[in-house]
């Protein structure tokens, strides 16, 4: 399995703090040692890194963490292969291009069976179950419409395929286009906003600590969405199996979910 | 106007050497300023470091001198803007899955009045001719083949979709699925083979000096195709407009020309 990382803002913002605690996970608090890959949007563009070496010690993810990038919506993963060999074409997070728009897709779980994709239009590159879903779902709304349609429009249609996607196994993913961001949980996904009044955090992984009031401005608002907590005194909500959460601009704006559940500094790894 | 760098080897190779000489015309050899890519193919996977500042300055192209990656394919481009704003959507080398490979492309030129794609399967994302010509390619690829066909029938296809879109103007390009390299030249593409016997080569752009003896084996076949010439000392072949060669392994597999011109450095910038 893997975890996943999202941030998504309404003002470009570093996510060098999250980013550095998640990182540690692959290979020194966690076992996520199997590459992993980094994607800021920037405008309609994408910067994406990725190495087939440890996120913890890639001079790849050291070179991320000095250019400090400033993004609304960035997508992380580090990956425990379960499908698919250890190498770049099978390193999340993948882009393709839908309605003229980079859409960037990472998912932690494991589908099996899914449907033979060999003469679609858009075809899986690597052998993983996460990227031939991913093409599944983009050649899905390709034909459901030929022209991009109203967010709520797109939401709705990533909920049906979705589910149909889920029929084959666990399938916890986050997504964007650059405007917004959707997660959908299946087993483990939280998310926390972090507005005024700002506080400290600290991270779980290192005990790394920063005062949000050094950094943001009133009117800020910062969401991050990952597989498990990153700060121990910070209240993440965890969504619920089956839920879908779209944020866009930092705001929660629309949720498909069962009860949610409130969770504090469960630490979970 | 912009200038194009690309490598295909039959062994991994690092291509720091050119891509030091190239990277001073963003700048202060030439005035390609206007942003810079590079892609790497490692296996059926692609990595890619884009910037919007010049090549010669930035601390992602810093990265990849750092990192000395070694491929069998590279493309890069650093930018002159024709059309389309100085932006990281803008910026080549552009990328598009066909027939489940990742194929990257860039060019050199200029194409006016391309056919509207917004209601298009692949559909570009930013403003450039560049990369709306590339969308019209991977398009009408996919439609005339579902499933990969040979190699001689994508090369010819390319011929065919090249002729097609080169009467909308410039169309110098460089083309890999990480198997081969296809050029097209319209008016400005050069390229040479490295192999045994190795020699010295000097740069035109900072007088760096390789002795490839030091680097390379027999049997070692590197060919590097770019705009104009990177070194004072070697043998470059001009291609003649409207010709294509087909590379694989560094070697030349096929090619269409009118009359080959040598020449050896002439070293216009």
């Known amino acids: 399995m893997c975890q996943l990382l999202g941030m998504n803002c309404n003002t470009p913002t570093d996510i060098v703090f999250s980013f550095e605690g998640f990182r540690r996970r692959a290979g020194l608090t966690g076992r ?29 993810a050291d070179c991320v963490k000095q250019y ?36 960037v897709f990472a998912h932690n779980g494991n589908l099996k069976d899914l449907p033979d994709m060999s003469e679609s239009f858009c075809q899986p590159i690597g052998s ?38 889920a029929a084959h196994g666990t399938f916890n993913f986050i997504l964007s286009n650059g405007e917004w961001m959707i997660a959908h949980c299946a087993t483990n996904l939280h998310y926390l906003t972090r507005k005024a009044p700002f506080g400290k955090a600290h991270r779980i992984d290192d005990d790394g600590v920063i005062d949000f009031n050094d950094y943001a401005k009133n009117g800020d608002k910062v969401t991050i969405i990952t597989t498990f907590p990153l700060t121990k005194d910070e209240s993440w909500t965890k969504m619920e199996n089956g839920g879908f959460v779209f944020f866009k601009e930092g705001d929660k704006v629309a949720e498909i979910i069962g009860v949610a559940k409130e969770t504090a500094d469960d630490g979970t790894l």
């Open 32 to 60: 996520h040692s199997d590459g992993f890959g980094i994607a800021f949007f920037e405008g309609r563009g994408v910067r994406i890194f990725r190495d087939n070496r440890p996120a913890s010690d890639s001079p790849i």
């Open 68 to 103: 400090q990038i400033k993004s609304l919506n960035v997508i992380a993963h580090i990956r425990k292969a379960t499908q698919g060999e250890v190498n770049i074409e099978n390193t999340h997070p993948f882009i393709r291009e839908i309605w003229g728009e980079n859409w």
């Open 128 to 165: 993983t179950d996460s990227e031939a879903a991913f093409c599944y779902m983009a050649e899905y709304l390709k034909n459901r419409f030929r022209k991009k349609p109203t967010e709520m429009q797109i939401f709705e249609a990533i909920q049906d395929i979705t589910k149909e996607l």
